[in-house]
């Protein structure tokens, strides 16, 4: 017998559609991008204007010029970033795996060798490029020349001339101003800032720019500033400091010193 239906509802059976079939989508890939301490292997590629040693590196998937503070060309480094842009990054040096070709041992006892930055030995902040040859030195300043007429001056068809040695690449200079600060005796001394650092001085007794006669200007300084017994000033530990600054100053042409405390 045929079905009636009790209600006329019953003769529409509701339909529903199946649902669609999930579409797996990939999360989209976080990129870590270089930050400020972030410890990179770079190869120093050349110097640029500022001193620093140009070095590019992709850091997730990223190109990034990286400019390092005292980098030869040729060296590769494991540095240490300290200031991140936009386009690039600033780093210092935490240790040299390979030594430039270019790189000749400095003359000065306190300068940053390869060797000081790898033992962690502390240095003197002033000279950038002792441990490069002088010729090098000139090369580069002239390259530095060359690109700031011909790419940011636009000025395309002028000649630029070989620069000009110094006859007198060492002792040249008649100014030098050194801070006050404590030796690792934990006395008042003076001497240049250590490198990287504000409050921490590298005592010294001689300096390859300055003239021939310095180390003895010291050491009559060094024995006034002993017996004055007073204290250096500092801004955090010793605002009521006495020492601060000394500036030494010598006449090229009348042999004269100038000795000022500030």
Known sequence: SSHEPSSPYDRYVPYFPSPPMPVLVEPPRVVRTLR??????????KLVIGGFGLAKLEFGGIPIRIFVERALPGQKLRVMITQKKPQYAIARIEAVLAESSQAIEPKCPYFSTSKMINEKKPSCGGCLWQNLRYEDQLTVKHHFVEDTLHRVGK?????????MESPE?????NKVELSFGYNADGHVDFGFREQGKFHSIIPIESCMIFDEKFPMVLDVVRRYVKMADLEPFDYA??????????IIRRGVKTGEWMVHFV
């Open 169 to 173: 690449p060492w002792f040249y200079r």
């Open 237 to 246: 530990k010793r605002p009521d400091g006495f020492w601060q600054f000394l």
């Open 155 to 163: 000025i395309a068809d002028l000649k630029v001339f070989p620069i």
């Open 36 to 45: 400020r301490g972030d410890i990179v292997e770079v190869s120093i590629e």
